[in-house]
Nanobody, 127 residues
């Protein structure tokens, strides 16, 4: 069974940090571009960050630049999203997704290009 599983979400105070993980099973992530998306209640899904298959290229939404860092460990078949200086507006369900399309310019922030999706993990930033 091919699937992505996110973990690491939770409740954190403003200014705090969380690290999300996205682990693949049933297939290897080596050849996939990975994106992180989020969806807050009543809002559309938005792209947060994405990373090339090699890990050499990354992109970030303006709202998270300088605070979030995406990385991958292909040996562990896992992608990470380190989130620092969290704000209440970061509250959302976070999803990871994988696409065989290699052009970040094409696929980042465009969920329609992604083939595999995780079930999501809730991140709540509140005091």
């Amino acid at each position: 069974q091919l699937q992505l599983v996110e973990s690491g979400g939770g409740l954190v105070q403003p200014g705090g940090s969380l690290r999300l993980s996205c682990a693949a099973s049933g297939f290897t992530l080596d050849y996939y571009t990975i994106g992180w998306f989020r969806q807050a209640p009543g809002k559309e899904r938005e792209g947060v960050s994405c990373i090339s298959s090699s890990g050499g290229t990354t992109t970030y939404a303006d709202s998270v630049k300088g605070r979030f860092t995406i990385s991958r460990d292909n040996a562990k078949n896992t992608v990470y999203l380190q989130m620092n200086s969290l704000k209440p507006e970061d509250t959302a369900v976070y999803y990871c997704a994988a696409t065989p399309v290699t052009s970040l310019q094409v696929v980042c922030n465009r969920g329609i290009f992604y083939k595999y999706w995780g079930q999501g993990t809730q991140v709540t930033v509140s005091s």
